[in-house]
């Protein structure tokens, strides 16, 4: 089982990001697949979730209308694009796997997690 993210870095308030996560291809083909962040002293959080087809999508109030998640089939590769970022979207990202084909926002409806790339947002 191997989710490998990237694409975190340091950016300016306003910016954008993408982030990468790319998966192995038998553990996550049928499943949906989540982001989510973790701020300095908060708890881990959902930032968006898309089901296994990619028909349906998920997002936290929070980032809505500034996130897009997205995957492609080919690569195995869940991708959050990030704009418009704020300070308070400073965190280190994850992405995971879901038990389920849908989208969930249940941090234990998912059983593999990768490691985390690191968000900086500079005011």
């Known amino acids: 089982v191997q989710l490998q993210a990237s694409g975190g870095g340091l950016v300016q308030a306003g910016g954008s990001l993408r982030l990468s996560c790319a998966v192995s291809r038998r553990t996550a083909s049928n499943n949906g697949m989540g982001w989510f962040r973790q701020a300095p002293g908060k708890e881990r959080e959902l930032v968006s979730a898309i089901s296994w087809r990619g028909s349906n999508t998920h997002y936290a109030s929070f980032v809505e209308g500034r996130f897009t998640i997205s995957r492609d089939y080919a690569s195995n590769t869940v991708y959050l694009q990030m704009n418009g970022l704020k300070p308070e979207d400073t965190a280190v990202y994850f992405c995971?796997?879901?038990?389920?084909?849908?989208?969930?926002?249940?941090?234990?409806?998912?059983?593999?997690w990768g490691q985390g790339t690191l968000v900086t947002v500079s005011s």
């Open positions: 995971a796997v879901s038990r389920y084909s849908g989208t969930t926002s249940r941090q234990e409806d998912y059983q593999y």
